[in-house]
């Protein structure tokens, strides 16, 4: 069965995005990024909510920009070449080479994860707290940036409680640590 992870670069304090809105303070270093490339090959398919489509689409033809490192050339083309779903009630069309849903469907999401193929990964904090009521996730990882933001957007809006086991952690060169988790069902003992 296919998984759906919700990966995200996050503060110590809980935030994806400042308090102004920015996302720079998680520019990923040449490991982390390496390390994002290799992650991407065992992914498929992407699902986004509206800004992160916005932000992600970047990497159309970031192959192409000789400015940039070979590793996000590298990451540009293995992303070219994943499945696109945009998640929006406000959209009324996307670029070619996405798909655009207006609603989260839990049983149509839940026949996805029976097909074969790779895993999915979510994008965007709205998307994966909605993901996340459905009990559709099945790990997140998380990227602890060294950073205490004091405010911004939250990892996840509020809801319900859920309970998380460790899987992994690893540590990066510059202090980051990825911690992931996969979701524990409600009769799943330690």
Known sequence: ?????????????????????????????????????????DIDTHLYGRKVY?????????????????????YSRIWQQQKKIVFSTTLKSVDSGYELKHSVDPEEINAWKQTSGKNMFVGGASLAASFLKHRLLDEIHLYVIPILLGGGKPMFPSGEEQQLKLIETKKFPENVVMLKYQLKLQTEAD
């Open 54 to 74: 916005e932000i992600m689409k970047f990497w159309e033809h970031a192959d192409q920009d000789s400015s940039l490192p070979h590793y996000m050339h590298e």
């Open 1 to 41: 069965m296919r998984k759906i992870i919700y990966a995200e670069n996050v503060s110590l304090d809980g935030f994806i995005e400042d308090q102004n809105g920015k996302i720079d303070w998680t520019a990923p270093s040449e490991a982390l990024h390496i390390h994002f490339n290799d992650r991407e090959k």
